[in-house]
């Protein structure tokens, strides 16, 4: 392990001590909505089964009268949409993150109080 690397091992276990195991530190939720747009856009998404195909309307061919099967959906009828997740649902995921693992100034603040 060269000088640098110790360094680096040192720095990491001290910050562990001081966030606890099995914790990491997190950008607060108005810095993640406005740093991680690009990160997060398109990164998740939903898979919806059985869509009607565009192509054929759902009959399976794509012309029915030569019973030429539809290749857009190979006959079935249906098809399966990826939707990509929205930024406005990723951020409320994040703010739920927070809210729910982040500070709490009411409560820390009542606690000094009470
Ligand atoms: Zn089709």
Redesign the pocket.
Known sequence: MCHIEEAEHRAEQRVRAEIGEGQITLPTYEAFCNSAKGLMIGEFKVQVPDVQ?S??E???F?DAEEELE?S??D???S?ALQIPVPWTTIKEIYRTITEEYGPKPAIDAAREVG
């Open positions: 195909c192509e054929c759902g009959s399976g794509e539809c857009t959906c006959g079935t009828g098809v």
